[in-house]
């Protein structure tokens, strides 16, 4: 019998099921194999083997063979992602299951501005993607109802999943890209791409659309009361595909 190498890493911060958040330096990712993307502050590591996830020491340890680098990031932060369909052990059999509970989410002071009684209430699946848990583990406290509730309504009609861009530093829809959304923390807005010029589009009320580049189209939004406008350019979008 071979002898079976494996690398374990410290310190994971399990955000959801198959993603944790841990610190390996940049020129530590870079062990795991070539990788021709090196943007953004984040590495990613996508795992294709089992994982063997430690809660009590927060440790993950894996193959290191059968392991595929994303991205390499400026800096030592991680996003460790595991295959959907590889099994992920615990090694300690006591510690019940990993629960992940997302902060109640605080109204910005935007939100503050619309009566209670006209913001909308959404829903989020519980079978969300790994890529769609990744951006939901990305947005700011203050702007994670708004996140939510845009993506559940996409959900609603379109069962795709987030794919992160990394040289970009946003998320893609696929397996089609006709929409697109980046997290801007620093107006606390969603900049979201859409395919289609902005002559392909009907014109909706609060939203402003605004040629982007490769026959795209840019708006964004800043609050929940325009989520069913930003859903109806959304679906315009696709319907541009076709």
């Given at each position: 019998?071979g002898?079976?190498?494996?690398?374990?890493?410290d310190?994971?911060?399990?955000?959801d099921r198959?993603?944790?958040?841990?610190?390996?330096?940049?020129?530590?990712?870079?062990?795991?194999g070539?990788?021709?993307?090196?943007?953004?502050?984040?590495?990613?590591?996508?795992?294709?083997?089992t994982?063997?996830?430690n809660?009590q020491?927060?440790?993950?340890?894996f193959?290191p063979?059968?392991?595929?680098l994303?991205?390499?990031?400026?800096?030592?932060?991680?996003?460790?992602?595991?295959?959907?369909?590889?099994?992920i052990?615990?090694?300690t059999?006591?510690?019940?299951?990993v629960?992940?509970?997302?902060?109640?989410?605080?109204p910005?002071?935007?939100?503050?501005?619309?009566?209670?009684k006209?913001?909308?209430?959404?829903?989020?699946?519980?079978?969300l993607?790994?890529?769609?848990?990744?951006?939901?583990?990305?947005l700011?406290?203050?702007m994670r109802?708004?996140?939510?509730?845009?993506?559940?309504?996409?959900r609603?009609?379109?069962?795709?999943?987030?794919?992160?861009?990394?040289?970009?530093?946003?998320?893609?829809?696929?397996?089609?890209?006709f929409?697109?959304?980046?997290?801007?923390p620093?107006?606390?807005?969603?900049?979201?791409?859409?395919?289609?010029?902005?002559?392909n589009?009907?014109?909706?009320?609060?939203?402003?659309?605004?040629?982007?580049?490769?026959?795209?189209?840019?708006?964004?939004?800043?609050?929940?009361?325009?989520?069913?406008?930003a859903?109806?350019?959304?679906?315009?979008?696709?319907?541009n595909?076709?």
């Amino acid at each position: 019998m071979g002898l079976k190498v494996t690398i374990t890493i410290d310190g994971a911060k399990q955000i959801d099921r198959g993603i944790w958040k841990a610190k390996l330096k940049p020129a530590e990712a870079a062990t795991f194999g070539d990788c021709e993307s090196k943007s953004g502050p984040f590495s990613v590591l996508l795992l294709e083997s089992t994982v063997d996830y430690n809660p009590q020491s927060q440790s993950i340890t894996f193959d290191p063979d059968i392991t595929r680098l994303l991205n390499i990031g400026s800096t030592d932060q991680i996003i460790v992602l595991s295959n959907l369909d590889a099994k992920i052990e615990k090694t300690t059999v006591s510690q019940p299951a990993v629960e992940t509970k997302f902060p109640e989410p605080q109204p910005s002071k935007i939100e503050k501005k619309v009566p209670e009684k006209e913001v909308p209430t959404y829903k989020l699946s519980r079978t969300l993607s790994t890529g769609d848990k990744l951006f939901l583990s990305e947005l700011p406290l203050d702007m994670r109802s708004l996140g939510e509730g845009l993506l559940s309504e996409i959900r609603r009609h379109f069962p795709g999943e987030l794919n992160y861009e990394p040289r970009a530093a946003k998320f893609d829809e696929t397996p089609e890209i006709f929409w697109t959304i980046k997290i801007q923390p620093s107006d606390k807005s969603l900049r979201i791409t859409v395919r289609g010029t902005p002559d392909n589009f009907k014109k909706i009320p609060g939203i402003d659309l605004n040629l982007d580049k490769f026959g795209y189209s840019a708006f964004v939004i800043q609050h929940q009361g325009q989520i069913p406008n930003a859903l109806d350019i959304i679906k315009q979008a696709r319907m541009n595909m076709t």
